[in-house]
């Protein structure tokens, strides 16, 4: 069987892997909550992880070796994986699909022990391509009104506001970084990008040229 494509910005899931071995042994039961076709699910498991998996379409799933569960992330879905002993939660571009941001942080924080961790992406709209796309468009990148994306983001989460989410949900935010490579930006797109990132200020690195937001918490 080959290997299930990865439904993102290139580099960003072997940015989360990163952090997943810098924070937990192998061995550690790593619920994939929103896992795709199986991606990120198969490097998991590449790694000596443990993982579980979940995602709203299992027609697509590819990793034969790890069950799927489809469990609605739009309801108050914690009570479902009662008795999974998860040590970790692996939320990659999912919460800004959702209806209640908020709301999905703290069922996340209930399914794991104190201490336990948690990595969320989700697009970053204030990176300069973004902020640039805004300037002219007056929408942000992913965002759009027409093309792949419209229609299945319906929440704009800049670094700040999903950092407030995560601390009103109950977590420490342990750090906050920035992955994922742009790639096909036309020659309009990128002279937007280059005034943006001239003008614009940034508060993190990485934040002016990558295309996610890559955000580790702790249940504290």
Not at 79 to 105: K, Q, T, V
């Amino acid at each position: 069987m080959t290997n299930p494509e990865p439904m993102c910005l290139p580099g960003l899931h072997e940015a989360v892997a990163e952090k997943v071995a810098a924070r937990l042994a192998p061995g550690a039961r790593v619920l994939d909550i929103a896992a795709g076709a199986g991606a990120f699910t198969r490097r998991l498991l590449d790694m000596g992880m443990a993982p579980l998996a979940n995602d709203a379409d299992p027609s697509r799933w590819g990793v034969g070796e790890v069950a799927l569960t489809n469990i609605d992330l739009n309801t108050n879905f914690a009570g479902s994986f009662a008795g999974a002993e998860i040590d970790a939660i692996a939320a990659i571009e999912i919460i800004e699909h959702l209806d209640n941001p908020r709301g999905f942080l703290r069922e996340c924080r209930s399914l794991v022990p104190s201490g336990g961790i948690m990595f969320v992406s989700t697009p970053n709209v204030t990176s300069a391509a973004s902020r640039g796309m805004f300037l002219g468009a007056g929408r942000t990148v992913f965002f759009a009104r027409s093309g792949p994306c419209a229609g299945d983001h319906i929440t704009l989460l800049p670094w700040w506001i999903l950092r407030e989410h995560a601390e009103a949900a109950g977590w420490e935010v342990v750090e906050t970084a920035f992955a994922g490579r742009y790639e096909n930006l036309g020659l309009k797109a990128r002279v937007s990008r280059m005034l943006a990132g001239v003008l614009g200020r940034y508060d993190h690195p990485g934040e002016k040229q990558f295309g996610c937001t890559v955000m580790t918490l702790r249940n504290s």
